[in-house]
């Protein structure tokens, strides 16, 4: 039995890990064990310090990975105390309908996504004391749903109870429509103002409804008032709402407003890698490059297309290499465009060329100013989009230590989070350097 219930637990914490993300199962559930399966009741043991949390706060997801693995349902007791928690109701009964897969540690920061993931991570940690509102906008499939969701995900497991709903504006409308029919505007107004973070998705949708901009106003408004945090995505910035009212757009613009770019090469290679690990798959370095260099429109078509491979890679029986994935991404109609390989040496030259240094300049021992942020620009896009290790970097740059080029890669990141002007020498040296051919 013991064998078996040591099985079980395994494939539950390979469930839980999928629900919650690897940050909230890592502090309150890696420290649980399974003690005993006795009839309906799951027994787990842990440290007296995470298991009443656990309890509380992920009871929940503990009973739901516990009946997919079992397939029962059963109780699950944590140090003897009963979790009275079940799982999570169906959408239409007031879940919040997060996707669990949709977590901080699962989203891939780049350049052109770097500020909305720090204030997205700093909303979820200080709802309304950071940015409020905060408005996402860029075009679709490049991960603002994502950030959405990590925010609510984040919300759910680490703040102490607060109450968060998301819904796209259409079903945000429908549900108003719906209400108003059976003269239950009550119950919509509890179920969409009585909460502390309210995640709107896709809110462009909601142009040319009246009826349901007005709601949303006066839902914004009590919100706001209330002390809650409201985080907003759209694929435009809220002055290009031309059909929305004018008092909506200025509440969107009230806040933080920030965007979501195509991804640069080295974050498509990230998330193809990333994605590769979180489906144990093993892609040899020329297939991932070759996805991510082909893929540029959007993380969507780039998931895509990996899971189109996969797919024929197990019919065929054909091995991952760069034939397969020529072939898939041409069935799929990706253009094969001839992309430029980039290397130190042709860093070295964007950034000379776009700081007006000279290559001597640059590899100096100069603590100018004008040489140090372009020499530690360039080592960190050498980092970035080269597969060259930090020893081989430094030595690229007139035989400096790694550890020189782990700091300008360390300040470079801070810089761009916060100095626009940084994120733009960033972002237009990996547009000259990762453009086609």
Not at 82 to 103: K, M
Not at 205 to 223: C, D, G, I, P, V
Not at 250 to 255: I, K, Q, T, W
Not at 405 to 422: D, E, F, N, Q
Request: charged residues 20%.
């Amino acid at each position: 039995m013991t064998r078996e219930l040591d099985h079980a637990w395994a494939q539950m914490q390979a469930a839980l890990r999928d629900r919650v993300g690897e940050r909230t199962y890592g502090l309150w559930l890696a420290p649980l064990r399974a003690v005993a399966l006795d009839g309906d009741t799951l027994a787990l043991q842990g440290p007296p310090e995470v298991s009443a949390w656990a309890s509380d706060r992920l009871g929940a997801a503990l009973a739901s990975a516990a009946e997919e693995v079992l397939g029962r349902s059963v109780a699950v007791a944590i140090n003897g105390a009963t979790s009275q928690a079940q799982p999570p109701p169906a959408a239409g009964e007031g879940a919040s309908r997060l996707t669990p897969r949709y977590t901080f540690e699962q989203f891939v920061i780049g350049p052109s996504n770097r500020l909305a993931h720090a204030a997205a991570l700093s909303v979820a940690e200080m709802p309304s004391q950071a940015y409020n509102p905060l408005f996402i906008y860029g075009p679709p499939g490049l991960g603002k749903t994502h950030l959405l969701h990590s925010v609510g995900n984040y919300v759910n497991a680490f703040g102490g109870g607060l109450v968060v709903r998301y819904a796209t504006a259409e079903e945000f409308t429908n549900a108003f429509l719906a209400a108003l029919q059976a003269h239950n505007q009550v119950e919509f107004k509890a179920r969409y103002r009585g909460v502390d973070v309210l995640l709107i998705d896709d809110v462009q949708f909601m142009q040319r409804k009246t009826r349901s901009e007005e709601e949303l106003f006066h839902t914004f408004n009590a919100l706001y008032e209330a002390g809650s945090q409201l985080v907003i995505t759209c694929d435009r910035l809220p002055g290009d709402l031309g059909d929305l009212e004018d008092r909506l757009r200025d509440r969107f613009a009230s806040g933080l407003v920030t965007d979501i770019a195509r991804p640069d090469l080295a974050t498509r290679i990230a998330i193809v890698r990333k994605r590769a690990v979180h489906d144990g798959l093993e892609l040899p370095d020329d297939v991932t490059q070759l996805l991510a260099a082909r893929v540029t429109t959007n993380i969507r078509a780039l998931e895509g297309a990996l899971t189109r491979l996969v797919a024929f890679a197990s019919l065929t029986r054909r091995p991952f290499d760069a034939d397969l994935t020529h072939d898939v991404l041409d069935h799929l109609g990706v253009e094969r465009a001839a992309h430029r390989v980039v290397t130190i040496a042709t860093i070295q030259e964007a950034t000379c060329a776009h700081f007006g240094l000279t290559h001597t300049e640059l590899l100096s021992r100069s603590r100018a100013d004008r040489i140090v942020w372009p020499r530690q620009a360039a080592m960190y896009l050498a980092k970035e989009l080269t597969e060259h290790s930090l020893p081989s970097i430094a030595r690229e740059f007139a035989g400096r230590d790694h550890t020189t080029v782990l700091y300008a890669c360390k300040r470079v990141a801070v810089h761009i989070a916060a100095s626009p002007a940084a994120y733009a020498d960033i972002a237009a040296l990996t547009a000259t350097l990762t453009a086609p051919a």
